[in-house]
């Protein structure tokens, strides 16, 4: 490698190893939580700075996880046994505390999937099939994951509907009037992202919101990003529907949340059929259950659900204003270490902006970037970061995402 791009590699490394000191000093206590961290990774303290995709797991999820899968597994709702009712006991206590966690009206109002992917596929197609037609318009925005785009775009291709883009500011915020003037009176659904999962941006969803129930627009929010960052409450949101991961508020894999208002789920089709989503079946037809048992046919990620409930008791005991406090320190200090290298190019400007930065150096592609930081330890996302039309709007093909 040419001297010069060693020279600002160094620089870089340095100012992740800074971060590194940062993170020892007021995060002993939270990384001791996660048997991840006592490892080294190529012979350095592990930083891990990738959380935006998936999280790392506190030794209170595995616990949850090995619990259940060593002392009471069994699959739930029709076993009369006992394995079986604790097991049912459990994974519905962990609707409710996910129906807390954000302050839905009722846990029924709670849908467990296999990720806020199959969410936004699940609401796009069966609330799709139900309420959309040829000519209506879905508006999104340009700084969506393609989760919250390609969906809409299949349900679109099926009934002639229409997708509309709202854009965002060279400084990457979406504003409130901006999107708002995408509504039309052939306007039937907003899915919209709380944060950009690529520049951290914090988006007036409340504000959009109230103004699309005004118009009676349909509006989901995509949580993936926001729901660790802040207290999420879907009622004073007004959003009808809200998706996040468990993967990424430190739980496991395999497990996502569709919350959706009681009424609008119940009138939707199923989205898939099988057991446990009947309410009684014949050659003749099959009638099904109400919301939440009427979008979870089939065997559920059970221990994962239950893991999910452990996740978010961490994430309460922790306390989110406290957590919200400790990443502010480090992104505050990480901008101001990364704008000191030369050639060091930062993306997302925001006002309203949360733990993510995302940049370029001159003359060293992302690719190297990444795996250079690796050799120290230190772990960062590098890519188009699922947000094409987004890289492309910033007419970059990678950027460098340190979360």
Known sequence: MPDKKSSIFLKAVKAGQGLKDLLDFDGAKARSDFPIFKQKVNGQKLVYLDTAASAQKPQAVIDSLNETLTTHYANIHRGLYQFSQITTTKFEQAR?????????????????????????????????????KEGDEIVITQLEHHANIVPWQMIAAKTGAKIVVAPITPYGDVRADDVIACFTPKTKMLAISAMSNVLGTIIPVKDIIATAKEKNITTLVDGCQIVMHQQIDV????????????????????????YGREDLLNAMPPYQG?????????????????????????????????????????????????????????????EEQLQAIPGLRLYGKAVQRASILAFTIDNCPPSDIGMILDQKGICVRVGHHCAMPLMECLSVKALVRAS
């Open 96 to 132: 409710h505390k996910t129906a807390g966690f954000i302050n839905a009206a009722s846990p029924n109002s709670i849908v467990f999937t296999r990720s806020a992917t199959e969410a936004i596929n699940l609401v796009a197609a069966c609330w799709g099939a139900a309420f959309l």
């Open 235 to 258: 009622q004073d949101l007004g959003c009808d529907f809200f998706t996040f991961s468990g993967h990424k508020i430190y739980g496991p894999n395999g497990v996502g949340v569709l």
């Open 274 to 334: 099988g057991g446990d989503m009947i309410d009684s079946v014949s050659f003749d037809g099959t009638t099904y259950k109400q919301a939440p048992a009427r979008f979870e046919a089939g065997t559920p990620p059970i221990a994962e659900v239950i893991a999910l409930g452990a996740a978010i008791d961490y994430l309460q005991d922790c306390g989110l204003s406290r957590i919200a406090a400790y990443e502010k320190k480090i992104f505050t200090y990480a």
